[in-house]
């Protein structure tokens, strides 16, 4: 079975600044999706920038990108220019390519914490 | 556009009494769904997901059951409700037939049994 670990259960940033949020998985698939979702203080889940294993290229969405090694099974988050609205939950996850009549069910990580310092 | 409704927000219920939390989706057809509990400073737990009407796989075994009586609505019940079942409830949809979608979560409901 698939696993998602966050190591950092919290991190804090100065706004403006940069932080890296860590995600490594445990998988024996090729061929799978990466995600990173934040859960501000409201709960609500919101995607923010998702990956395809099957893509060499580190994907990018405005001031959020990632840092994806496949074969080191690393998927970090890279925030630039914080802001005070970045801080919330961050959750890595991990889904498999669906098979036929299979869900597209998710694997979370524990979530990083992150505070963003005025 | 794709919505997802989920109620109520908030619940607060004792020990032995049922459940019925319920998620619309708007926008699309024959989605994926998904029931997911978040427990206070974890992660995201899958507990049901469903591909199609009438079609429930469960995840973890417990107390909880879940249906799809209509293709865009999801309902996770309980006849007797647990402490342990206090936590965050998250319903979420993604597209059928797809690879490379991400599933989308409604506000969630907080769940409190006391």
């Known amino acids: 079975a698939q696993t998602v670990t966050q190591s950092q259960p919290e991190m804090s940033v100065q706004e403006a600044e940069t932080v890296t949020l860590s995600c490594t998985y445990d998988t024996s698939e090729s061929d799978y999706y990466l995600f990173w979702y934040k859960q501000p203080p409201s709960r609500q889940m919101i995607l923010v920038i998702r990956q395809e294993a099957y893509k060499q290229q580190n994907a990018t969405e405005n001031r959020f990108s990632v840092n994806f090694q496949k074969a080191a099974k690393s998927f970090s988050l890279k925030i630039s220019d914080s802001q005070l609205g970045d801080a919330a939950m961050y959750f890595c996850?991990?889904?498999?390519?669906?098979?036929?009549?299979?869900?597209?069910?998710?694997?979370f990580g524990k979530g990083t914490k992150l505070t963003v310092n005025p | 556009s794709q919505t997802i409704h989920q109620w109520p927000a908030t619940l607060v219920q004792p020990v032995g009494s049922p459940l019925s939390l319920e998620c619309t989706v708007e926008g699309t057809s024959n989605p994926n769904l998904y029931w997911y509990r978040q427990a206070a400073g974890r992660g995201l737990q899958l507990l049901f997901y469903?591909?199609?009407?009438?079609?429930i796989s469960s995840e973890v075994p417990q107390n909880l059951s879940a249906s799809r009586p209509q293709d865009r609505q999801f309902i996770l019940s309980s006849k007797k409700l647990l402490l342990s079942d206090s936590g965050f409830y998250l319903c979420a949809w993604s597209r059928s037939g797809t690879h490379n979608q991400p599933q989308h979560f409604g506000d969630g409901t907080r769940l409190s049994i006391l």
């Open positions: 996850a991990y889904r498999s390519r669906p098979t036929q009549g299979g869900s597209e069910k998710l694997v």
């Open positions: 469903s591909v199609g009407i009438g079609q």
